[in-house]
T-cell receptor, first 113, second 115 residues
Framework: KAGVTQTPRYLIKTRGQQVTLSCSPI?????VSWYQQTPGQGLQFLFE???????NKGNFPGRFSGRQFSNSRSEMNVSTLELGDSALYLC????????????FGPGTRLTVT | AQKITQTQPGMFVQEKEAVTLDCTYD???????LFWYKQPSSGEMIFLIY??????QNATEGRYSLNFQKARKSANLVISASQLGDSAMYFC????????????FGTGTSLTVIP
């Protein structure tokens, strides 16, 4: 079974631009969560989507948004990029029954200059 | 208050020795899950082991075991027979049912295995 895939793997953007990151979950997983990881703040939860609906949201400004499609693929968008948005963005998928363990993708490393 | 606390920023262990990585958690929920993940320098988070709050026995997965002490709210990871490939960041995480199964992560412990 294929794992979680994220595209692109690396991205360099300029302040003020916007960016869209993509995540394809493991087949059969309907829940997708997004996390931001930085050396200073650690791993912070952004949001979770299930069946195309946002189920949970972390404490991030409205510049961070996401959506999920009917095939469970998810996208995350960050508008008006700031230098502090430079981070590793991780996507994780899980089943919605059982032990609920999440499986992570390789991440997208975003650098804002 | 922090939901997950990992008090060891860095740990060293000799190859083939066992090592314990500490994790304490804070929840008023009766139903929750505890997880450990490994993050090598490549960046990908790798699921290691899971313990449910109602599980009476400690979880084990190969060389990994979770020392679950519910009354003390601790969920320490024990790695037996350390290998060089175990050098990585290790994160403890908790899923709470009453917050819609949101995951909370600790700040991680960097483990270095010495040959």
């Amino acid at each position: 079974k294929a794992g979680v895939t994220q595209t692109p793997r690396y991205l360099i953007k300029t302040r003020g631009q916007q960016v869209t990151l993509s995540c394809s979950p493991i087949s059969g997983h309907r829940s997708v969560s997004w996390y931001q990881q930085t050396p200073g703040q650690g791993l912070q939860f952004l949001f979770e989507y299930f069946s195309e609906t946002q189920r949970n949201k972390g404490n991030f400004p409205g510049r961070f948004s996401g959506r999920q499609f009917s095939n469970s693929r998810s996208e995350m968008n960050v508008s008006t990029l700031e230098l502090g948005d430079s981070a590793l963005y991780l996507c994780a998928s899980r089943r919605t029954g059982g032990s609920y363990e999440q499986y992570f993708g390789p991440g997208t490393r975003l650098t804002v200059t | 208050a922090q939901k997950i606390t990992q008090t060891q920023p860095g740990m060293f262990v000799q190859e083939k020795e066992a090592v314990t990585l500490d994790c304490t958690y804070d929840t008023s929920d009766q139903s929750y899950g505890l997880f450990w993940y490994k993050q090598p320098s490549s960046g990908e988070m790798i699921f290691l082991i899971y313990q449910g709050s109602y599980d009476e026995q400690n979880a084990t997965e190969g060389r990994y075991s979770l020392n679950f002490q519910k009354a003390r709210k601790s969920a320490n990871l024990v790695i037996s027979a350390s290998q060089l490939g175990d050098s990585a960041m290790y994160f403890c995480a908790m899923r709470e049912v009453n917050t819609g199964n949101q995951f909370y992560f600790g700040t991680g412990t960097s483990l270095t295995v010495i040959p």
